[in-house]
Structures are given as C-alpha cells and as structure tokens.
C-alpha cells in the first residue's frame, strides 16, 4: 500500500573522505528513493550536504568553523548538490523542487502552513521535495543537528507515514561497535528512556554534525508526532525498500501515538515559550490524564513575562515539564489568582475576565 514516506540523507553520506560532492553517492541514494517514487510512495527527501559539497569547491581545505564561513560554502554548495539530484533524477525520469527552510519557517504558524501546502501540491504533481536548511541565511550554526530534526519537523507537518533517517552505521547500538565487539544493535524502540540516550554518541563523522544522539531526539519529536522512524544504512540496491517495510539495516524507533495535528506540532515542538507556570497535583492529573483544561485553582506559581495568546510550559510542583500552552493571561494578570476557585475569579475580574481558563485543553499538548 503506499504511502507518505519521508527520507533523510546525512552529509556523511552524501561527500567523500576529502569532503566532496559524491556524485556516485548522490546517484544511488536518488535510485533508491525512485524505487519507491514508482511503487506509488509519495515521497519527500531531507537533504544534507549544501556545506559539505562547498567548501572544497569554494577553496577551503576542510570544513569551516566560522559561521561567515559555512554560510559561503552553503551558497555555493547548495547550488551543487541540486544540480546532481535533479540530473540523478532526471535518469527516472522523475522531477525535483528545491525548498529550503530555517528554523523560522516553522516557528511562524502561518509560514509552517504554506510550506506544508506547497509540499502537498508537489507532491500532488509527482514531483519529489528536496528540503534543506537554508545555511546562507540562519542566524545561528547549522540548528537542525545536521537535518535530523527538520527531518522530523517535515515528517510531522506533511503527516508522513514513516521517516527513514539514513547514517553511515545500521542503527543504534548499546555501545560503539567500532571499539566493542560485544556492542548490540537495538532492532526495535518503543520507547525513548533515558537509557537509550545514554547510548547515543557524538558525531561520527568530520563532515556531518549529526550523531546518534540528533537522531534519538529526531525519532523522539518524531514518534511523539505519530510518526514511526527507521535509523540506519542503506548501502546495497534494494535497502531502502526494505526499510520502509520493516526488514532494514538499522533500529525501528515504534509508536502507538497518533499523527498529530499541524497546531499541535507547532505548540509542542516548535513554538517559543515566554513563561512558565507551576501547578498542583489534582491539576497535573486533570491535564494529563482528564483531558481538562487548566484552570486558576491549580495554579501555583508564575514566572516569566507574558501576554494572553503567548505560549508558556506547564510544570508539575518538582518542577518537571509536563506540558506546553496557549495562554489566557497576562502574567500579572494571573499572578493575582493564583489558586482562586472559579466563583471568586470571576468576581475579582468582573468586567476584564474574556475567557475563565488558564490554558483551554484545545490550547494544550501534553509532553510528559
């Protein structure tokens, strides 16, 4: 049956020891990814390598440090590597979009929605989404920890069916099987523990700068969102459809968890909290497990400064997430009816009072 299936390529993959565009690399991957566009799979590539395919073409002999510096590579490595996808493509006779994308996008609602339509009418023509950060213009070094997270972000806003994160080792292992010959390999995760990122490593390669532990988070936001995620490799023809149908070379990362909407992936994984507000017990029960909304009763404590519409985390009285919101308030405005029972709100703000809740549950995801 197909599906929408999202695939993310690392730029270790993608580059050779000396940091180059592997355009042998770039021909299998798209090979690979146009076995399942032709199976019927609506799929969507993540990308890596812009930096990468750069540098050694603009002139640096290896990977920039400096931001000015990576930004300059990626403007001419980006050019780069959608040249090889689109003529890697082109010999299946399948075309490619270039969208490129920061973090911003997916803070701004609005801007995430058109992003999202604009991938669902591609795909909709058949066309094949090649997504990367936009490096030359990001404020901050590469944020999505080499694609990872983006990769999750895409996977979440276009209601994918699988994301396949590929990497230069078959998953995740309990210990480095490049110095443990006893390391293990995690064929299936249902659940992320703090175990399992204790197993994540750093970076494994010079040119990428993602590692394991990118990858858990990804699968963490990912699988949170509905999605299932696959980590591994895909080296030999034929691996990547394995993947998608749960024989691949790598760690499955489960979920039992529904496909969450656009809204709420924003809210949850995205957005920008400007406060935070403690609440009590029978409050954190009726969050989580009521499906209730909040309430000025169960509200202990205040922090940060914040306006009605903003978002803010919600933590539990030892101080753990549990979740994050829309607010109601203004901070000050809150402060004053911290614990009031409803009837005494309303006469404390009679006349100013537009909406009782603290945080309405339509306005809330719960993260614990």
Excluded: C
Excluded at 112 to 139: C, F, H, R, W, Y
Excluded at 304 to 310: A, I, Y
């Amino acid at each position: 049956m197909s599906s929408r299936i999202v695939v993310k390529i690392g730029s270790s993959s993608l580059t050779t020891d000396s940091g180059s565009l592997n355009h042998d690399a770039v021909s299998f991957y798209a090979s690979e990814i146009a076995a399942l566009h032709q199976a019927g799979h609506e799929v969507l590539l993540v990308t890596s390598g812009a930096v990468a395919a750069g540098f050694g073409h603009i002139g640096y002999e290896t990977r920039p440090k400096l931001l000015h510096e990576k930004q300059a590579a990626a403007a001419v490595g980006q050019a780069l590597l959608m040249q090889a996808y689109q003529q890697a493509f082109a010999h299946h006779h399948i075309k490619t979009a270039q969208i490129l994308l920061t973090r911003t996008d997916f803070t701004n609602r609005k801007r995430m929605g058109n992003a999202g339509m604009t991938i669902d009418e591609l795909l909709k023509q058949n066309v094949i989404p090649v997504i990367n950060e936009n490096d030359t213009v990001s404020v901050d070094e590469l944020k999505f920890g080499d694609n990872d997270m983006l990769s999750a972000l895409v996977a979440g806003l276009t209601k994918a069916k699988k994301l396949i994160i590929l990497t230069d080792t078959d998953g995740l292992y309990t210990a480095d099987p490049r110095y443990h010959a006893d390391a293990k390999r995690y064929e299936r995760i249902d659940e992320i523990t703090a175990e399992i990122y204790e197993m994540a490593g750093g970076s494994g390669s010079a040119v990428g700068t993602g590692g394991m532990r990118s990858k858990v988070d990804a699968a963490k936001v990912a699988t949170r969102g509905g999605v299932p995620v696959f980590v591994g490799r895909v080296s030999e023809p034929g691996d990547l459809l394995n993947a998608t149908t749960g024989h691949g070379k790598g760690t499955y990362f489960d979920t039992r968890l529904n496909s969450l909407s656009r809204k709420k992936q924003w809210l949850g994984f995205i957005s920008s909290p400007l406060g935070s507000i403690q609440v009590d017990s029978g409050a954190e029960e009726a969050l989580i497990y009521g499906g209730h909304s909040l309430l000025p009763v169960g509200v202990r404590r205040v922090e940060g400064q914040f306006h009605t519409g903003d978002v803010i985390e919600v933590v539990n009285l030892q101080g753990s997430l549990i979740g994050r919101g829309i607010v109601n308030y203004d901070a000050e405005q809150l402060r004053s009816i911290i614990g009031l029972p409803s009837p005494d709100v309303l006469k404390k703000l009679e006349g100013s009072l537009h909406r009782l809740e603290v945080v309405h549950r339509d306005e809330w995801i719960t993260l614990k």
